[in-house]
């Protein structure tokens, strides 16, 4: 069983920037694929970045290239997202999530999940 907490949510003005934590519980967190998710009010939930167990690898959504960066430290069971020059559009809650085996960029393809952290990004 892994339980997840994410933080460092919060409102931000457009341009700027935030990273969010996702702490896990257990002694296996590094065994796990990680990913991060977000969703938006009245819209499916959305992959945003992935990670595998080691960090040697990940993954992106295609608009998000370039302004969001994943990345895990498994010495304090966290995984991390930098989000830089954020946008309204971006405005969500930000959810991650641990698989036994791979990431994905599918929802289902997750065993277990945070309880979420709103990011709200202002024009």
């Known amino acids: 069983q892994v339980q997840l907490v994410e933080s460092g949510g919060g409102l931000v003005q457009a341009g700027g920037s935030l990273r969010l934590s996702c702490v896990a519980s257990?002694?296996?967190?590094?065994?796990?694929?990680m990913g991060w998710f977000r969703q938006a009010p009245g819209k499916e939930r959305e992959f945003v970045a992935g990670?595998?167990?080691?960090?040697?690898?990940?993954d992106y959504a295609e608009s998000l290239k370039g302004r969001f960066t994943i990345s895990r430290d498994n010495a304090k069971n966290t995984v991390y997202l930098q989000m830089n020059s954020l946008k309204p559009e971006d405005t969500a809650v930000y959810y991650c999530?641990?698989?036994?085996?791979?990431?994905?960029?599918?929802?289902?393809?997750?065993?277990?999940w945070g309880q979420g952290t709103q990011v709200t990004v202002s024009s």
């Open positions: 990670i595998s167990w080691s960090g040697a690898r990940t």
């Open positions: 257990g002694r296996t967190f590094s065994s796990y694929a």
């Open positions: 999530a641990a698989d036994r085996l791979e990431y994905s960029r599918v929802p289902s393809g997750y065993d277990y």
